[in-house]
């Protein structure tokens, strides 16, 4: 065999030995660098009720743009933790009453990477007495990752 035909051989068997290291190695850092990032695409708040037993339902929808899924833990307003409020403050993914009790957010809300969820948190105003129609609320979600959403509503 000449050196040339030699040359050539050993050079693509280089080349593919490169190009299967490199497509293995993709495919091991890519387990390792999944993250989740949760997105607030909508909160809009409504006042639903009669004075003075009314409440504000706050409807977000989130979306898990991230490549892992996200678990939320808690919600904040106006950093405080709804846990620490007494009475109905609470999150749901179906409806206005129907679904689970933010002291129950141990458990958590888990979003699958690629998908969307609906929460409605409920703001009654005998438990945030301090809150008044026209304010703006800081609602802060907070994931098991350690990661805080954010997203200011105004109360109507």
Not at 24 to 35: D, E
Request: glycine share 8%; with cysteine.
């Amino acid at each position: 065999m000449s050196p040339v035909i030699a040359t050539v051989i050993l050079v693509a068997v280089a080349i593919t030995v490169a190009v299967a290291v490199a497509y293995w190695m993709g495919g091991i850092a890519g387990q390792y660098t999944k993250f989740e990032k949760v997105e607030i695409q909508s909160g809009v708040c409504r006042k639903l009720g009669s004075d003075p037993d009314y409440y504000w339902n706050v409807t977000m929808k989130l979306k898990n743009s991230g490549t892992a899924p996200s678990t939320l833990t808690s919600i904040f307003i106006n950093d405080v933790e709804v846990d620490e409020y007494i009475g109905s403050t609470t999150y749901s993914s179906t409806g206005a009453h129907a679904g689970i009790a933010v002291a129950n957010m141990t458990e958590g809300l888990t979003i699958l990477s690629g998908a969307s969820q609906v929460i409605n948190i409920l703001i009654d105003y005998q438990n945030y007495y301090s809150l008044t129609s026209g304010t703006t609320v800081n609602i802060k979600i907070h994931s098991a990752g350690g990661m805080d959403y954010i997203k200011l509503v105004e109360l109507v």
